[in-house]
């Protein structure tokens, strides 16, 4: 247990570096977002002079060599070599196992349940380790108990409520539709749990908005604090050329709410009219409707697929490339718009959720389009093949506008005033005594 610190009437010092358990059940960065937001936030945090511990289940987080991790194996029942597989009996010996197999028996989606458990019963053995506990989004019913124990914020990038939405609308048949109302059960859970913490972090404007609409958490509860990204490794790359014709997208999961189909609709419309249209898609080919829609289409030929490369060759990818597109019906926020828009690549990206809170201007930093919308996708692609100039106007006006806004050290800094801010409170104050902290 670490020495106690001194402290001032309101608890820590205001300046005291802090010890923080940081908890992701997905947290592998080419699972997506989530996966990139745990990696460079908890760097950034150790850089700024805070200890940071990670407690994950599978994929596992890639994390900076100063990190240590904790793993809380899952039964691993959605991994990417068998998904959906089922257990053996003999891999059940815990409540969370239990938990897990259970919700999957139901058609629910039982990770962040059954993570929450397991992170509860691994930070009972080490209350007075930690000053605060950081959930990222996984509002399993045991981060209440955590909560209990140790100042706990989470943090919310967008509500699940808006991926269930549209996965329904997109389906018509009414056996798939229910069986995704029954997938996504879990977030009402995630609801109930994010209305009874005392800080949720969200980062986008129009995230609050929409998660106080869907599940209910009150506005005073959630402050915005947006993420990052680095814009010296996320820089513009002069020396490579730039290939006629040339898109690159991120697609970490085949899903409604991403819009890959719509690019993939687009791009077949664009090659009637030119044939140099290639697609560079980083993400891993996945079983699903977008899949068999480039087999449709016909467009194999014309996409490549990279997965599990260095971010270093992901820069040089949207260096090669003559527009980066992000095509979602809905964000939250969008790491992928703004680490193009970072490396200088003119980018094309609907309106959809806070993609025009974070692209800003159509004709400015980004050439915009209606989400959900195969010709007017068309046609800002098609804009910015045919100028170069207006490529390179938005593309260097898209870089100055995330170097003012967002890195990752400005995401840490507005992170740990929310961490004292949450410890600062009555009831924080008496958990961090009763733990040996103060």
Known sequence: MS????????????????????????????????????????????????????????????????????????????????????????????????????????????????????????????????????????????????????PTIVTLHHPITRDRALEMQHSKNWRKRFGIGRWYNFVKMQ?????????????????????????????????????????????????????PGRLITTASADVALKGLSYLLEAMAKLRTERDDIRLTIIGKPREGASNDMIDKLGLRPHIDFVSGVPDERIVELYAEAELAVVPSLYEGFSLPAIEAMSTGICLVATDGGALPEVTGKDNETVLQCPAGNVDALAAAIRRG??????????????????????????????????????????????????????
């Open 191 to 243: 609801g109930r749990v994010a209305s009874r913490m005392p800080r949720v972090v969200v980062v986008s404007e129009n995230s609050i908005k929409d998660i106080h609409s869907d599940m209910g958490v009150s506005l005073d509860r959630m402050k915005l604090v947006p993420v990052g990204v680095d814009p010296e490794l996320f820089t513009p790359l002069p020396h490579i050329s730039r290939q």
């Open 3 to 150: 020495a106690a610190r001194p402290a001032g009437a309101s608890g820590l010092s205001p300046d005291a570096p802090l010890k923080i358990a940081y908890l992701t059940y997905r947290g592998k960065p080419h699972v997506g977002g989530q996966g990139v937001y745990t990696r460079h936030l908890t760097k950034a945090l150790v850089d700024l002079g805070h200890s940071v511990e990670v407690f994950g289940g599978q994929p596992y987080p890639v994390l900076d060599d100063r990190i240590p991790l904790h793993k809380l194996p899952s039964l691993d029942i959605w991994n990417d070599h068998f998904p959906g597989r089922f257990p053996g009996f003999w891999e059940i010996k815990s409540r969370a196992d239990l938990a897990e197999i259970f919700t999957h028996f139901k058609g629910t989606f039982g990770e962040p349940l059954s993570f929450s458990i397991r992170a509860r019963e691994a930070l009972k053995k080490r209350q007075g380790d930690f000053d605060l506990v950081h959930d990222n989004q996984c509002l399993g019913y045991g981060i209440l108990g955590i909560e209990k124990m140790i």
């Open 385 to 438: 093949l045919d100028d170069a100039a207006l490529r390179a106007r938005v593309g260097e006006a898209g870089r100055q506008r995330v170097v003012e806004r967002w890195s990752w050290k400005h995401c840490a800094q507005l992170t740990v005033d929310q961490y004292r801010e949450v410890l600062a409170m009555p009831d924080n104050i008496e958990k961090l005594r009763k733990n040996g902290r103060l």
